[in-house]
């Protein structure tokens, strides 16, 4: 990370440079729709560097349980240090917002993800089978989970 990264809360006027990363980020991206009714539902978060957004997150959190849905950073801003700071990001809105717990699925296939998820303190406690749509059928999600108390 060379820049500043900052965040804020995603507006509808930020749909079109949300999906363009999430577009380029993943086989089977989140939709509009998806998006649009999130903006309700959960908290949703913009990541930046410098003025480029590089990143999003959304967060959903009841009562004192928090479920990360989605972390995506652009394809060419991986590998620095910004999935961490996304991640790091969300984690303190859900223990500020109380949440006890934080639950996550993870594709069977995103090593990498799964690494970040390890090193920050989640574990895995179960699998999806069949979870994921993927190329050529489908794919088994990793549930994984991290106690957020002190």
Known sequence: MSDAVSFRPMT??????????????FSHPWTRGIF??????????????????????????ILDEAHLLNITVKPENQGRG???ALL????SIAYKAQARECF?????????????YERYGFNEVGRRRDYYPAVG??????????????
């Open 12 to 25: 509808e006027a930020d749909l079109d440079a949300v999906l363009k990363i999430e577009y380029a980020a």
């Open 36 to 61: 649009l009714d999130g903006l309700g539902k959960y908290q949703i978060w913009l990541m930046f560097e410098g003025q480029q957004q590089v990143g999003h997150g959304v967060v959903q959190i």
């Open 82 to 84: 910004l999935g961490l």
């Open 88 to 91: 790091e990001h969300l984690m």
């Open 104 to 116: 996550l699925e993870v594709r069977d296939s995103n090593q990498a993800a799964f690494r970040l």
């Open 137 to 150: 059928g489908r794919e088994d999600a990793v549930v994984m989970a991290c106690t957020l108390v002190d």
